[in-house]
């Protein structure tokens, strides 16, 4: 380019720089416009209006005064749509009074909520499984165009239970004031598919009868009206069981189908079922020596895969080599022929066994290692000459094993690159394993330094370098793990996280030296932005109480954001039993906004309850019994509740209550007033009671609470015989008691119902003051022990143990009969008569101011829900005022069934005296509601 161009064209070239220059001023000048004002507009007919703008408000990221920003727009209509409050979010902008200044107005159209929802003709199924089908539930949102899909799966679960063509319909109801819907649900179910008969053919082995036993559907189709709906759901598991209940009898290749052929125009259906049995499989084992045959059949899973193939047999062969590889015969052999019985009825499987030599450690040899001794290392090695800990056997998965051991202790110990290798030579015979383990141990690199570097840092309430450093575990001098580097990294951003930093970042960079012997390890750290707690805000709780739900949140506006308090909120929440289910979503947390609201939507239970219950045990004989009560009282989630029974030994009433947590501590107070009358099998006395109690319960662990109860007694001991004089006239007068009883439980039983495992335990102190007597200034103290034990699937041992005293602090050592101890019966010592483990010279029962027992009881799943017990009691009862009472033991041995319902077990015991008396049975059968212990 020539110096004559650059002169022509200059003037052109300013013009264009300067026209740049003017362009690029104006576009600096046009700045983002000042908000002038933020507005929230809901329809006029809105009764939640002041409720929903006090939260649009506080959810709102956009700051008067302040520049505008899209970030913060954005963030705030997310936060309005997370809060699934509101149907239709619509922005507009306008000017506002000055240069450059807008103001925004949010016009918010609220959404219904579904207050309620009613279901007509749910049966058979239950309301909850109506509900349990669709995808909204109380508490909800209401979205028209949902309803359609509703009404599909209400009519397919109809349908999945036998229906032909159900059909469903949904009306709305709106609640105008209050801005929320009732739904109800009409089921309209018509004709179902009946069961008229169920054939079974092919089955040579067992009766029709049998197996219509183990199938519901059959069972279905005995019984009259809808219980014989024909559901293909229950015909295909009844398939399933009785495939399964052949291979348990051995008949591995069965096979079973069905054919179902149904009548449109009679709506009925009938099933043929076809069973295949094949042959019954007989097992034949030879060679063993090592391991008995029921040992062997452990590994066995032909039953399982059938024939079919050879695949549950090779299988079954892979199974016995592992166990027999396990025990040192690494080169057993195993061979296999089948053979069919004349009648083909029959096939035997013969395993053939070659166990082959036991292969032993001869000598187990470690070479190679420097820094760590040999007796260090061999600590880690399970390859073991005979002699030694372990039996000597040589196996090779588990010399695998060891060299992984070995190079996981050098690895932690700072040995990067640590080889260790195995070497074994044989004898001829391969009887006999010479074990070498070489170790290259390579250099030990450790830890020169660990430094902490902050990014983006404002120092605003973190840790220090300090207190981090005291989180990492990776020191200074300490042999260098690097696989710790990311536990320190996550350490750091869990400790950082709870400081208001959920954004929080933490990366260890490595520094090594020349030869790798040191490192150097840089943790780099960014905390991210400090998030502040904003508002909580709660969907779906039309009648608990805002202010009850608030006492459980463990976080508070304007507090550092923490993932671990909001997780235990959540906790909290759910753990108040007045809710089905609670849902959290954060606004402003994905956002990584400044401030994170959290939105809870609830579905509440219902509140009322009504039961009712009858039945017959040993104890009361027949009785009958209600309830009922509101489970959430005022919104305050507060259970309030009536009750009465009234049995063949007398009746009682209650009026309680229980508050979950009082004065918005994390302490539980239940009270009552209650009335009794009480005539006890056996007691030649009754008693009537009426009194009133207060207790209050504190739960420190999730196995561990504690109980204080005070309780007033106004009771009136009386004779069932009228005729008869009383011992001591001053026990047959009307007695005021005052009991304080303060108690201590440990429970970790893994259920309330059926425990198979885990520990119950509660000691309990009463202290009695009579107030117009001695009579009841009495401690009264009682343990209660009991132990579950399952060692097998269907295997569990119960054991429990009683005991209980009463120490007297009166001016007689007297206590009434009705305070006393008695033994004997369904709940403590079976075999006797209730209340009757000690009795006079008249038959009369005794009781003593000590009463010790212990029970231990087998029980045994038999399948099928049914459950057999076999059991063996103690007890005694002694220091009685009525006889010379020696501290003898009686016992007593038994069995019984019991069925197993989801509410409990319903069973038949059978006791058995131990050393009966010529003056009572040898044996007594008991009928219980639930178990004794």
């Not at 949102?141 to 229906?163: A, N, P, S, W």
């Not at 029709?208 to 809808?226: C, D, F, I, S, W």
């Not at 001016?811 to 006079?840: H, W």
Request: glycine fraction near 8%.
């Amino acid at each position: 380019m020539t110096k004559r161009f650059w002169c022509i064209h200059a003037p052109i070239w300013a013009l264009i720089l300067c026209a740049g220059a003017v362009a690029f001023a104006q576009a600096g000048d046009q700045s983002p416009p000042v908000v002038s004002s933020v507005h929230f507009v809901f329809p006029e007919n809105c009764p939640d209006r002041t409720k929903l703008r006090r939260m649009a408000e506080m959810v709102n990221y956009i700051s008067e005064g302040e520049p505008f920003s899209e970030r913060n727009l954005k963030a705030t209509i997310r936060a309005l749509q997370i809060s699934r409050s509101f149907s239709n979010i619509d922005v507009q902008e306008k000017a506002a009074e000055g240069d450059n200044r807008i103001s925004l107005w949010f016009t918010l159209t609220p959404h219904q909520r579904i207050a309620k929802i009613k279901i007509k003709d749910a049966a058979p199924l239950f309301n909850k499984e109506v509900l349990n089908a669709m995808t909204i539930y109380v508490g909800d949102v209401f979205i028209e165009k949902t309803l359609d899909k509703q009404i599909q799966m209400i009519e397919e679960i109809y349908r999945r239970q036998g229906f032909i063509n159900p059909k469903a319909s949904i009306s709305v109801e709106s609640v105008e004031d209050e801005n929320t819907v009732i739904l109800i649900i009409d089921i309209d179910k018509g004709a179902y598919w009946n069961i008229k008969r169920l054939d079974i053919k092919g089955n040579d082995t067992f009766f029709n009868a049998r197996l219509k036993l183990k199938m519901k559907t059959a069972t279905a189709a005995l019984l009259p009206g809808e219980s014989g709906r024909f559901i293909e759901s229950k015909l295909k598991k009844d398939i399933r069981e009785l495939t399964e209940f052949y291979k348990a009898k051995r008949y591995a290749d069965v096979k079973i189908e069905s054919d179902v052929k149904k009548d449109p125009d009679t709506n009925l259906v009938y099933i043929s079922v076809s069973i295949d049995e094949g042959p019954r499989y007989n097992l034949e084992f030879e060679g063993n020596e090592e391991f008995w045959t029921y040992t062997l059949k452990k590994n066995i899973v032909l039953f399982k895969n059938g024939l079919s193939g050879n695949r549950g047999i090779l299988k079954s062969i892979r199974n016995m080599k592992t166990r027999y590889a396990d025990e040192g015969y690494e080169n057993a052999r195993i061979t296999y022929e089948t053979s069919l019985s004349e009648d083909k009825n029959e096939k035997t499987v013969r395993f053939a066994i070659d166990e082959g030599g036991r292969a032993i450690v001869k000598s187990c040899t470690i070479q190679g290692n420097e820094y760590f001794s040999t007796e260090r290392i061999k600590k880690e090695v399970l390859t073991r000459m005979p002699g030694m800990v372990g039996d000597g056997a040589f196996v090779q998965d588990k010399l695998r094993e060891d060299i992984v051991a070995i190079r996981s202790l050098y690895l932690k110990n700072g040995f990067m690159n640590a080889e260790v290798k195995e070497n074994v030579e044989w004898s001829e015979d391969r009887r006999m394993a010479d074990v070498t383990i070489n170790i290259k141990e390579g250099k030990q690199t450790l830890i020169e330094n660990v430094g902490i570097e902050w990014e983006n840092s404002d120092d605003d309430g973190l840790p220090t370098k300090q207190e981090i450093a005291g989180i990492i575990q990776l020191k200074k001098n300490d042999p260098f793990r690097e696989y710790m580097i990311k536990s320190d990294e996550n350490a750091i951003c869990s400790a950082i996280s709870e400081k208001g930093r959920p954004h929080v970042t933490a990366e260890g960079k490595i520094e090594w030296n020349d030869d790798r012997s040191k490192a150097s390890i840089v943790y780099h750290i960014n905390p991210g932005p400090f998030v502040k707690m904003g508002r909580v805000f709660f969907n779906g709780n039309f009648k608990t109480r805002e202010s009850i739900i608030r006492n459980e949140l463990e976080i508070e506006p304007g507090s550092p954001f923490s993932l671990v308090n909001m997780l235990e909120t959540q906790r909290n929440i759910r753990n108040m039993d007045v809710f089905d289910s609670v849902q959290f979503r954060t606004a402003g947390l994905k956002e990584k906004s400044d401030i994170v609201h959290l939105f809870v939507d609830l579905e509440e239970q219902k509140p009322y309850f009504l039961q009712f219950s009858g039945g017959y045990d040993t104890e009361k004989n027949a009785y009958v019994s209600a309830k009922a009560g509101d489970g959430n009282l005022f919104g305050r989630n507060i259970s309030a509740w009536t009750s009465g029974e009234i049995s063949e030994i007398g009746y009682r009433g209650d009026i309680g209550f229980t508050e979950p947590r009082l004065m918005g501590y994390r302490i539980s107070c239940s009270g009552s007033v209650f009335t009794e009358r009480e005539e006890a099998f056996n007691k030649d006395f009754g008693v009537l009671t009426t009194g009133a109690s207060l207790g209050f319960g504190k739960k420190w662990l999730s196995t561990i609470s504690t109980g204080l109860t005070f309780q007033y007694e106004w009771r009136d001991q009386f004779l069932r015989d009228s005729v008869k004089e009383p011992d001591d006239p001053s026990e047959y007068e009307p007695r005021s008691i005052l009991i304080v009883t303060p108690s201590i439980q440990l429970d970790t039983r893994d259920s309330f119902v059926n425990p198979k495992k885990g520990i119950y335990s509660m000691f309990t102190v009463g202290v009695h003051k009579g107030m117009e007597n001695t009579l009841d200034d009495f401690l009264k103290y009682k343990l209660d022990l009991r132990t579950y034990w399952s060692p097998f699937e269907h295997l569990t041992f119960a054991v429990r143990g009683y005991a209980g005293y009463i120490n007297s602090f009166g001016a007689t050592p007297d206590v009434p009969d009705d305070q006393l101890f008695f033994l004997g019966g369904t709940t403590d010592v079976r075999g006797f008569k209730e209340n009757m483990l000690v009795y006079d010279e008249n038959g009369d029962p005794v009781g003593g101011r000590t009463a010790v027992y212990s029970s231990l009881e087998t029980r045994i799943d038999l399948g099928i829900g049914f459950e057999l017990a076999v059991f063996y009691d103690v007890g005694s009862v002694y220091d009685s005022f009525k006889l010379d009472l020696e501290r003898d033991f009686r016992s007593s041995v038994g069995m019984g069934i019991r069925y197993i319902t989801p509410i409990g077990p319903i069973g038949f015991l059978y006791g058995f005296k131990l050393n009966p008396k010529k003056t009572e049975g040898a044996s007594r059968l008991h009928f219980s509601l639930g178990y004794t212990f």
